[in-house]
């Protein structure tokens, strides 16, 4: 039988997978990652989660993450506090937990239990708002310019560890317009590799509101590294203060910004459910 953990971050939800022990490979792929990801023939999900042994012996864990569409993201906020926490559980309370993933190392570490939810702070790493050179973003001569229903978006591109377009809103979004918009955005020939799409609405030098459509997912309940790009552009704009809360459909994220520039993150991670797949569904799953 194969064992599931579903938790989830302010309303992200994630199935995750224990690899220590067994090879879960034949589930990678679009079509399963897709299977398992709905509600009305798998498991209903954001995104599944593997957790494994680390390529370097240095490290803890490592952490592979994928999205509904059955993409592979570099790295996910709300995900990681969970991989920690599971971490945590295994080896009875390592601290700080350094996790791989596809963006880099990442140091997460327990803070407090609070209403049945566990609270992690991460280490997200320094932004980056040069897209151009990851090939990410086209470069300014080849770029348009994102007019939509009459209006111009001017993004602030941030990468922290995936890449994000941050619009700090001047006239307020409807939910749809917002979803359609995300929806157009995310694929617009100005990225050629997909983006994030963070709507912000700023409320004081220390908080904001803030609408994610994720990459490979859609409208999300709340986003790690989105809410992490938000308080990343606006330090970077001067709306902000060093430490922001970002409030997101599901929940607020606490973003801080160091002395160094390290972006940390500060949120609740809850597990939801432990099961296992029945073998019917693991027979399809194993089938080529």
Known sequence: MIGFHKMHGLGNCFIFFDEFNQDLSFIKTPEKIRLLCTTSHGLGSDGLVFIGQPRDAKHHCRMEMFNTDGSEAEMCGNAIRGAAMLYDRKALGI?????????????????????????????????????????????????????WNSQTFEPIYVNVGNPHAVIFLKTQLTHDEMKTSGAWLETHANHPRRINVEYVEVLSRNEARVNVWERGCGMTAACGTGATAVAAAGIQKGLFDKKVTIHMPGGDLVIEQDANAIMHMTGPVQEVAIGQISAGMAHRLSRA
């Open 95 to 147: 601290a700080p937990v350094l996790i791989e993933t596809r963006s880099g190392i990442k140091e997460v570490s327990f803070e407090k239990v609070s209403d049945g939810e566990s609270f992690y702070r991460a280490q997200m790493g320094q932004a980056s708002f040069d897209l151009v050179r990851s090939g990410e973003l086209v470069s300014e001569d080849k770029r348009k310019a994102l007019v």
